[in-house]
T-cell receptor, first 115, second 109 residues
Framework: EPEVTQTPSHQVTQMGQEVILRCVPI?????FYWYRQILGQKVEFLVS????????KSEIFDDQFSVERPDGSNFTLKIRSTKLEDSAMYFC?????????????FGSGTRLTVV | QKEVEQNSGPLSVPEGAIASLNCTYS??????FFWYRQYSGKSPELIMS????GDKEDGRFTAQLNKASQYVSLLIRDSQPSDSATYLC?????????FGKGTRLHILP
């Protein structure tokens, strides 16, 4: 069964450092998403991406965040200057259609720890 | 008003019984509704989707949707210990899915 692949599974970084989280969506999917889940809290939408541009972003997705699809297969989330409160599980997801009529397939996540 | 509301639980159900999970949503424009299962430390896994009023059955799972009441539910029949997890209700809004906080389900052996 096709799956969304995320690397690394765990990243520890110092406050103020830049991190890049990587995702390989399912190959025939057209819509890509990043979500985050702070420990014990709900899964929160960060950003959606279609046709090489952001289609929607949440209030969480401020100027410190950026996304890119550099080579037609990878989908990355960059946090420019990490803060302690960025510590969370980050999930990449993809779907064939927007709005998720068939739901999204999630990757296994990257646990980001900012120290 | 929270967009997707669920009772956080925990909901404890004896093995073999029916587990009933409920969810309400605020946006009447939502058209697609989902139930995801999330084990501790793992990613959400889609188990059911529903778009029309009424019931949708898939194996031991039945999703129920009532758009007039803005209510979605999930029934798990013959509950198994492996069903112990957090169940996330999710609805589409614009071009994204938004999640409730989830209900922790504990199946008692």
């Amino acid at each position: 069964e096709p799956e969304v692949t995320q690397t690394p599974s765990h990243q520890v970084t110092q406050m103020g450092q830049e991190v890049i989280l990587r995702c390989v969506p399912i190959s025939n999917h057209l819509y890509f998403y990043w979500y985050r889940q702070i420990l014990g809290q709900k899964v929160e939408f960060l950003v959606s991406f279609y046709n090489n541009e952001i289609s929607e972003k949440s209030e969480i997705f401020d100027d410190q965040f950026s996304v890119e699809r550099p080579d037609g297969s990878n989908f990355t989330l960059k946090i420019r200057s990490t803060k302690l409160e960025d510590s969370a599980m980050y999930f990449c997801a993809s779907s064939f259609l927007t709005g998720g009529p068939y739901g999204y397939t999630f990757g296994s996540g990257t646990r980001l720890t900012v120290v | 008003q929270k967009e997707v509301e669920q009772n956080s639980g925990p909901l404890s159900v004896p093995e073999g019984a029916i587990a009933s999970l409920n969810c309400t949503y605020s946006d009447r424009g939502s058209q697609s509704f989902f139930w995801y299962r999330q084990y501790s430390g793992k990613s959400p896994e889609l188990i059911m989707s529903i778009y029309s009023n009424g019931d949708k059955e898939d194996g031991r799972f039945t999703a129920q949707l009532n758009k007039a009441s803005q209510y979605v539910s999930l029934l798990i029949r013959d509950s198994q210990p492996s069903d112990s997890a957090t169940y996330l209700c999710a609805v589409n809004r614009d071009d994204k899915i938004i999640f409730g906080k989830g209900t922790r389900l504990h199946i008692l052996p």
